[in-house]
């Protein structure tokens, strides 16, 4: 009868092995990524890897076009549980924890591709970690081009916008008047009203990625764009914390590297994307404006006036420096590399300067203000409400 024994022994541990495998676990992840887009399609291959990876044991099911709602909404349903995963811009990722929008509340910081990635990469494991401590864990980082100003008509320098009608996000009053006490006119109005204003004349300038003027056309709306690359676009794929440890350790390091690698195409995609259509736009009528080097002078010392505002009040003090101290290794590893000259990797970020005029100090608050928070939820999907900003909470 030992021989039964030693059987029955076998079969309970296989069937203890077989049970820890085959706990499925459903993904259910939301996003405002249009369907059938590049990146939408990244996720279903990503789907695709993980229930071969996982023999089965993983689904991802994606929710696209911001059928779930906007991004502040799905962080809600994650803590509800109602869904356990998304993806979502720096602002959505900041209704967790506002670490996040160092790599992109702060104006014309970042100067190329190169810059952002090395931040990113350095940052990362504080990021992850201030995720984690809420409950998340990131599963990639994407980004998705650089912010630009579209116009009726040429505008290349703060006072040019200061005689247009500039797009601004309804509900935000306290924007809107200080718009007006510095010589703008702000427009109020909703983001599914872009095309009407532009074409009804009730506004004639709108800050938005290239991606999503091409979207909507822009060039026959708004045909002058300021080649000034104001603020990269960043944001990352997370899930529960809770449900990501449901999946046996052994396969959570090879889905891992899968999404990882899902990061790396979406980063591709984005950027050539947006590249592109700056392309075809200049191709049926968009008139690009580069920036003269007196006018580029002018919009670099608005960014850097801002910066030290912004530490402490829109970005942690400790990510803020964080960022600028990469951002100095990195230029200085570059002067001393790039056999072009000492030039391109020069290091002007300010550290803290003396108090600042008070008219140049809300004129770059207003810039930011008009482009940083509405731009991350309008690259994705152009025809949705906005929604206010909540402080940062755990995933409960």
């Known amino acids: ?104 509340v702060m104006p014309m910081m970042f100067r190329s591709w190169d810059e952002v990635d090395y931040v990113r990469d350095k940052m990362r494991p504080m990021l992850e970690s201030r995720l984690r401590a809420k409950g998340c864990v990131v599963l990639f980082w994407a980004d998705a081009g650089w912010v630009r100003f579209f116009s009726k008509m040429p505008a290349v320098t703060p006072d040019d916008f200061r005689k247009t009608k500039l797009f601004a996000w309804e ?7 200080l718009m007006r006490s510095l010589g703008f006119q702000p427009v109020p109005s909703a983001a599914t009203d872009v ?39 960043v944001g990352a794929a997370i899930i529960r914390a809770d449900v990501w440890e449901k999946i046996p350790p052994t396969d959570r390091a090879t889905l891992q590297a899968a999404a990882d690698i899902t990061g790396g195409k979406f980063r591709k995609v984005g950027r050539g994307d947006n590249d592109d259509a700056i392309t075809a736009m200049r191709k049926s009528g968009l008139q690009a404006h580069p920036l003269k080097v007196e006018d580029e002078k002018e919009w670099q010392t608005l960014a850097a006036e801002l910066r030290p505002k912004v530490r402490g009040r829109l970005v942690p003090p400790d990510i ?33 300067k003396p108090p600042i005029s008070t008219e140049a100090l809300q004129l770059a608050l207003v810039l930011a203000a008009l482009v940083l928070i509405p731009t991350a939820e309008f690259l994705l999907r152009t025809y949705m409400t906005r929604t206010a900003k909540k402080p940062d909470r755990d995933i409960e």
């Open 1 to 104: 009868m030992n021989w039964i024994r030693g059987l029955t022994l076998v079969f309970v541990a296989v069937l203890f092995v077989d049970s820890d495998r085959a706990a499925s676990v459903d993904i259910r992840l939301g996003t405002i990524l249009p369907s059938g887009t590049p990146q939408h399609k990244l996720l279903l291959e990503l789907n695709e890897r993980w229930r071969k990876d996982s023999a089965g044991g993983v689904k991802l099911t994606v929710f696209p076009d911001g059928r779930l709602g906007d991004e502040a909404e799905m962080v809600g349903k994650i803590r509800t549980r109602q869904i356990n995963a998304g993806l979502f811009s720096a602002v959505g990722l900041s209704e967790i924890d506002s670490g996040v929008t160092g790599l992109q």
């Open 171 to 177: 509900g935000n009053d306290s924007q809107i008047e």
């Open 320 to 352: 803020f420096d964080g960022v600028e101290k990469h951002l100095r290794d990195f230029r200085v590893e570059t002067t001393i590399t790039d056999e072009r000259g000492p030039e391109r990797g020069k290091v002007d970020l300010p550290h803290f």
């Open 195 to 233: 095309v009407l204003g532009l074409s009804t004349n009730r506004f004639n300038a709108v800050p938005l990625p290239p991606l999503v003027a091409l979207a909507i056309q822009m060039q026959k709306h708004a045909p002058h764009m300021l080649e000034l690359n104001w603020t990269p676009i």
